[in-house]
């Protein structure tokens, strides 16, 4: 028996000996996703040899501060997983100073929010008060201070264009935090309109311009937003928690690349760079002291495991097979596209140059985006629905479906398997229609997918991943 099967079938038998459904619920989630068509972009599979380094006993110590410097004793495993983690991402992206300790995505965004406020806010204020520190301040000062905090401006990428809840959506707690405008994207193209968005900076002066996204097809001019955000003095934080696997993999780089344009850089390290659920937050040497106080400002104790975990999932991305992969997922992305393309699906932006689709589910199919999410996971695929620009269904049902390439290429399939899954998307959505509601119109939430079709894009999924299954190496009973 090879080390992963023992690790983890001894894994599962503690487990199972204290709280049985969850040992069954661990076995069966393997069973899922072995047998899932996993196109959803923002997950993947990491190692076995990550995933079993977040199962240790790292977890059990508190570390709050930073490496060196700690409001606990006995922290010296702890300083040397998070220094090997942050050293593997300053090495790996060009960093200036690297902060493993978020505990996911939109912690690496508050981490990164707090930082730049407290640099270039709170820092020059204290300073102008003849304070020290916050606690040096009177009651009045300290309020003035906070409303000054609170009275800032920030603009990111529209939700329904592509950008994260975290870059300013109102529900979010970066909306809520700051004033707050979005860009959007060309109506005509689907592209982020560079010009217009120089002039809506200009006019709207925000302290930080936020770029990345979470479902914009294409890839992003960091070059051109540095330009942008030196034009009002903005500090520009881009977030490429979508394509950092793309970066990692050089498959990014020049003007693609945000590390050499970017003030702060922040990161999930789970998705295309395939490590551990979590984030990472990059910065120049100007905010390295501010977003190392991320602890306190955001984050109580910082995940050891997890941080332990990164570091191995870091230096597996500095392996030359990472970027072969990286590669890997660029190209099955456009053999994805050109492939819906081929078989009259309408795509945002009419194409991809990244690791994701947005197929504009309502023009292609006159279907909803739920609709269609329903009908595709009733025929084996798994994939989740997402605004299209200006989407007149809105954010719940919404008018298209978001596919990436990441997962199913770890998985091992090539840009002729992806055709091939191009192909069964389409089939079983020419086989669904919405449903008619007692007034006659369409429904936006029920369909009927033809049976037959649905079952046999299933066996055809099922023969796919049969032929690339999902951690080979462990056979569990
Ligand atoms: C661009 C972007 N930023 C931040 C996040 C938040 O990541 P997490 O879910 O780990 O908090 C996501 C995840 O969907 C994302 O796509």
Not at 50 to 60: E, F, R
Not at 100 to 106: D, N
Not at 171 to 176: A, M, Q, R, V, W
């Amino acid at each position: 028996m090879n080390l992963e099967t023992t690790a983890y079938q001894a894994i599962l038998s503690l487990v199972n000996a204290v709280e049985p459904r969850v040992g069954a619920a661990i076995g069966q989630e393997l069973t899922d996703q072995r047998a899932s068509l996993k196109l959803i972009a923002s997950e993947n599979y990491a190692s076995l040899t990550t995933l079993l380094t977040m199962g240790t006993w790292l977890s059990d110590k508190y570390a709050e501060g930073t490496i060196g410097h700690r409001f606990y004793a006995g922290c010296r495993n702890v300083d040397t997983v998070e220094a090997v983690a942050a050293e593997h991402a300053r090495e790996l992206f060009g960093a200036d100073h690297a902060y493993a300790q978020p505990h996911s995505g939109i912690d690496a965004n508050l981490v990164a929010y707090w930082a730049i406020l407290s640099q270039r806010i709170e820092m020059p204020s204290l300073e102008e008060m003849g304070a020290k520190t916050v606690n040096d301040l009177d009651e009045d000062d300290w309020n003035a201070l906070r409303i000054l905090l609170g009275n800032q401006k920030v603009m990111g990428m529209a939700l329904d264009a592509g950008g994260h809840l975290t870059h300013g959506f109102r529900h979010n707690i970066s909306g809520k935090m700051f004033i707050q405008h979005s860009y959007g994207t060309d109506p005509a193209t689907g592209l982020i309109d560079y010009d217009a968005l120089a002039a809506q900076v200009k006019e709207f002066k925000p302290l930080i311009l936020v770029a990345g996204y979470s479902a914009y097809p294409r890839r992003v001019n960091f070059a051109r937003m540095r330009e942008i955000a030196d034009s009002v003095g903005a500090t520009l934080m881009s977030d490429m928690s979508h394509f950092a696997g793309l970066v990692a993999g050089k498959v990014f780089t020049g003007d693609d690349d945000p590390v050499p344009f970017s003030d702060v850089v922040t990161t999930t390290t789970h998705k295309s760079l395939r490590g551990p659920r979590g984030g990472l937050v990059m910065c120049t040497s100007e905010y390295a002291d501010a977003v190392d106080r991320g602890c306190p400002m955001v984050l109580g104790g910082p995940l050891g495991h997890v941080m332990a975990a990164k570091a191995v999932a870091l230096a597996e991305a500095r392996q030359p097979s990472f970027a072969d992969y990286a590669a890997r997922v660029a190209a099955n992305a456009k053999s994805l596209a050109a492939g819906l393309m081929k078989r009259g699906v309408k795509l945002v932006t009419d194409g991809t140059d990244n690791h994701l689709c947005l197929l504009d589910i309502s023009t292609s199919f006159g279907l909803t985006g739920r609709q269609a999410e329903n009908a595709l996971l009733d025929a084996g695929i798994v994939t989740n629905r997402n605004s299209v620009p200006r989407d007149p269904n809105g954010a719940w049902y919404t008018s298209g479906i978001r596919i990436g390439t990441p997962a199913l290429t770890t998985r091992g399939l090539d840009e002729a398997d992806f055709d091939k899954v191009a192909g069964l998307i389409v089939e079983a959505l020419k086989a669904t229609k919405p449903t008619t509601t007692p007034d006659g119109s369409a429904s936006k939430a029920k369909y009927v997918i033809d049976a037959g079709v649905a079952d046999r894009v299933h066996h055809e999924a099922e023969e796919l991943l049969a032929g690339h299954p999902l951690y080979p190496e462990l056979t569990l009973v």
